[in-house]
């Protein structure tokens, strides 16, 4: 993959969520999918959201793009034209279309005709490496073939704001790789990208990081800023040090979590974003009682 997302100097607005709480339901069956989340999304850089099922990830996209509405809190976003909405699963590909008539759909509802369509579905056809299978039905595309095709369509109108729900999920590594250096190179042209994922390594490499959990703010800031914010202590052995359930497993390791301080003769281990991810989440969940 390639480097991190520089962070680009963001010149005029600032797109993104301020201080937001969504709540869906009524009575018993209330849920606050979001509460007083802010999530900045500067010109120009990626800024990504992560958590587990059910964190909030694709309510905070949705209302970027005005798709759902909060009950406090403000959005702030380019008009409905200039923005992008990339859901997840390529689910906004016509299967029964080929590659080209999907981009020549996009192109007519956004009024694109002649040369100006023609060469930009060129360059993102080309960039996307799918120039050769722009005659093949959508269906007949493998998943990452076809995440990146969704991803050209929500490009072809060169929005302002780009939102992409987990355009990754599911994708070969290779085929996350080519999507990766897509999604920064939209930003590097002054995009303002915001993207949730699954993968705790693309995350790292984005300009910031939100970790929700329940439709809270876990930890939030660039990721060497969510990375020194670690709680407690990580440790790595072949088994769990104490409470299982503070365990989890990396690889053949081991690693295990309390809340700090440093016991005698403990080695803290350096943690990379997933370890600061589970931190987070079990110093969340863990009370003097257990983890709940
Ligand atoms: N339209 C809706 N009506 C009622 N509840 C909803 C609605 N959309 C989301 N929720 C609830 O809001 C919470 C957050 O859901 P959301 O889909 O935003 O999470 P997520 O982080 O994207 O999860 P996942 O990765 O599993 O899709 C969940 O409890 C979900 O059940």
């Known amino acids: 993959m390639n480097g991190p997302t520089a962070p680009a100097a963001a010149t005029g607005p600032q797109w993104g969520a301020s201080g ?5 339901g009524k009575g018993s069956a209330q849920v606050t999918a979001l509460s007083e989340v802010s999530f900045p999304v500067p010109r120009g850089q990626v800024a990504a959201v992560v958590g587990g099922d059910g964190a909030g990830k694709t309510t905070l996209l949705r209302t970027l793009v005005s798709r759902v509405g909060p009950v406090s809190g403000t959005v702030s976003a380019p008009p409905q034209r200039q923005c992008a909405f990339m859901p ?8 029964d279309l080929s590659v080209e008539e999907n981009l020549n759909f996009v192109g007519a509802a956004y009024g694109l005709t002649g040369p100006d369509l023609e060469q930009r579905k060129a360059r993102l056809l080309e960039t996307a490496d799918l120039a050769k299978a722009r005659d093949r039905l959508a269906g007949r595309l493998s998943g990452g073939m076809r995440q990146k095709l969704a991803f050209c369509m929500a490009m072809l109108h060169e929005p302002d704001l780009l939102v992409l729900d987990e355009p990754s999920t599911g994708v070969d590594p290779v085929s996350r790789v080519d999507l990766w250096r ?64 503070l365990s989890w497993r990396r690889g053949r390791a081991v690693h295990s979590w309390h809340p700090g301080p440093a016991r005698p003769g403990e080695n803290a281990l350096t943690p990379d974003m997933e370890d600061s991810v589970i931190a987070a989440t079990l110093a969340r969940h863990t009370t003097a009682g257990g983890v709940t």
């Not at 997840?88 to 299967?95: D, E, K, L, P, Q």
């Open 20 to 24: 937001v709480t969504v709540v869906f």
């Open 88 to 95: 997840t699963g390529a689910s906004g590909v016509w299967v």
């Open 182 to 245: 897509l999604i920064s190179h939209a930003a590097a042209q002054g995009a303002a990208v915001a993207m949730a994922t699954t993968y705790l390594d693309e995350a790292e490499r984005a300009s910031t990081v939100l970790v929700l959990d329940d439709g809270h703010v876990l930890a939030q800031g660039t990721p060497s800023e969510v990375l020194a914010a670690t709680p407690g202590v990580i440790t790595t052995g072949t088994a769990p040090a104490g409470d299982p359930d």
